[in-house]
């Protein structure tokens, strides 16, 4: 019978609508950003996470409107003088909300794989545990929708729900990341506080991490508290059924609380040991690049073994392998300011290029070949930033290498590229023992994560 109501509720309710909404705009939203995920799974499920800003509002919004069906028809008191218990008829309904919605989402995620699938070479376990936690989310949305409606049974509850659920899980987070400012006066962010993580929405994780499998499983505690909070309270009736109702959310936050890190993602991200494995290709000098990454080998060998041979014929003791950085980028770290492991002089280190929409190297303006030789004036210090009279150094000494004025650089200024050509034809005027001297010299302090000995290449106008 139960069957029966919920293939009903399906079939002539507000949920199949609901739930065509959520797909159509979930996968609007993945399709125009195919670019940020495209070959990595862990990518998608965080960027599945981050698409519920613009969901779960949907989802509030819509259960609200479901809500408000019995006032809407002007049934209430017909349905309160029958003996059947409440929760007996809201179930059928707030199932098919439920069926609508976790639906939409699984089909967004399955799409959007179709650009995951053809590129990707890892699939880290922890992308089922990360997307999943989505799933009582939107049932928990989509419920405590459908009791704010039936109890304000209003045509303006579904917008007015809709802004403060953007307002909640899209601003909130953003307003709690609290601006610092060093001793250097530099301004800094203070890491957020642990109540974030209440929210299921995630921005801002690098491919070599992954979110711890604890923080996961808390949020879907609190959450799936949440939902049970929602559906009590849609078939609550007295005020003691309303006072019961709250206490599963209550008991949730209660023990996820304290155990969630500070932070916000930052403080739940981990590194992920196998995604930073290196994958590489020995048929010549050795190229190497991440197993997050092993997608992109192919296309960047070639380029590699280039910047090493072009290498090898202006340095001594030349680099031998190009290996992939294994490093998650600053940003993404809770504490940038930790100083990375180092790899060996006879390594170059370079950064992973720019990937397509399908999950490929993009390669296309001639930018990875400067990108691989200026990463020869270059060690992982644990910077977080380059001076600019050291770039402009690294520029000119990997234009060395190649035998070729700086190439023009999209955005700089006219006279900024005429004082790189000038310093190049300084240094390419000397004579030729002069210039590798300089030159090993530089190398020899940017191995030492020294700058002064590279900077002193360029006219004494320019440092």
Known sequence: MTGRIL?????????????????????????????????????LAVFARSMLMVLLPLALAGGAWMGRRDARHRVNELFASTVRPRWQRVVPTASALAVTVVTAYIL???????????????????????????????IAAGWLGMAAGRAVPRVITAPILAVVGFVLVGLVPELATARETSGAGIAQF?????????????????????????????QALWLVSLAATGLLLLGAVRRRAIAFAVLPAVLGVAVALPLLPVGGARGAAVVDPVAIELVCDNDGPQVC?????????????????????????????????????QQVAYWARLDPDQAPPRHSADTIVF???????????????DYFLPSLLMATWQQECGDQAVRGDVYRARMVAAAWLTGRPPAPQQGWAPEEMAGLESAYQAL?????????????????????????????ILPADQQ
Request: hydrophobic share 50%; charged share 15%; glycine share 8%.
């Open 7 to 43: 293939r009903i509720e399906l079939r002539r309710s507000a949920a199949l609508g609901i739930g065509l909404l959520l797909l159509v705009t979930g996968a609007a939203l993945l399709l125009s950003s195919t670019e940020l995920f495209a070959g990595r799974w862990m990518q």
């Open 108 to 138: 967004i995620f399955v799409i959007a794989a179709g650009w995951v699938v053809p590129t990707s070479a890892y699939f880290p376990t922890a992308t089922i545990v990360v997307t999943a936690v989505g799933v009582p989310a939107l």
């Open 190 to 218: 203070r890491p957020e506080p642990a109540g974030v993580l209440l929210l299921p929405t995630f921005t801002g994780l690098d491919d070599f991490q992954t979110i711890a499998t604890r923080v996961s499983l808390l």
């Open 289 to 325: 690049v991440t197993r997050a990454h092993a997608g992109l080998l192919p296309a960047v060998v070639g380029p590699a073994r280039q910047a090493l041979g072009l290498i090898a014929a202006k340095l001594p003791n030349a680099p031998v392998q190009a290996v992939e950085t």
């Open 351 to 365: 950064y992973t290029p720019t990937i397509d929409r399908g999950g490929r190297a993009d390669l296309s303006g």
């Open 428 to 456: 390419v005027s000397l004579p030729e023992v002069e210039q590798r001297r300089r030159m090993a010299a530089a190398r020899e302090g940017v191995l030492a994560c020294r700058d002064d000995e590279l900077v002193a």
